[in-house]
Nanobody, 115 residues
Framework: VQLQACGGGLVQAGGSARLSCAAS????????MGWYRQVPGKQRELVAT???????SYADSVQGRFTISRDNAKNTVYLQMNSLKPEDTAVYYC??????????WGRGTEVTVSS
């Protein structure tokens, strides 16, 4: 499974951005896809996930501001980020997990929120 993420960049606080993650390869093995983020010196943290059935979950810090969605026809997962805050600044990583919890990772895409 290969994951190609894009959509990061510089955004002003209060603004919006959308990340995309295009998946290719043996996608039938994938159970859950999601987004994680990491800042220097900190552990990578979960942002949002979406299951193959469309169920979603979010970190408390982004609940109500971020929306994860998927387009099965395009094998793409999106993360719509609204009301961005400087503390959302991070490198965002796309993730895909199999039913046995094996993880695939895409290259990170950087999001910088200026105050």
């Amino acid at each position: 499974v290969q994951l190609q993420a894009c959509g990061g960049g510089l955004v002003q606080a209060g603004g919006s951005a959308r990340l995309s993650c295009a998946a290719s390869g043996r996608l039938s093995s994938i159970n859950v896809m999601g987004w994680y983020r990491q800042v220097p010196g900190k552990q990578r943290e979960l942002v949002a996930t979406i299951t193959s059935g469309g169920g979603t979950s979010y970190a408390d810090s982004v609940q109500g501001r971020f929306t994860i969605s998927r387009d099965n026809a395009k094998n793409t997962v999106y993360l719509q980020m609204n009301s961005l805050k400087p503390e959302d600044t991070a490198v965002y990583y796309c993730n895909a997990k199999t039913a046995t919890y094996y993880s695939y990772w895409g290259r990170g895409t950087e999001v910088t929120v200026s105050s």
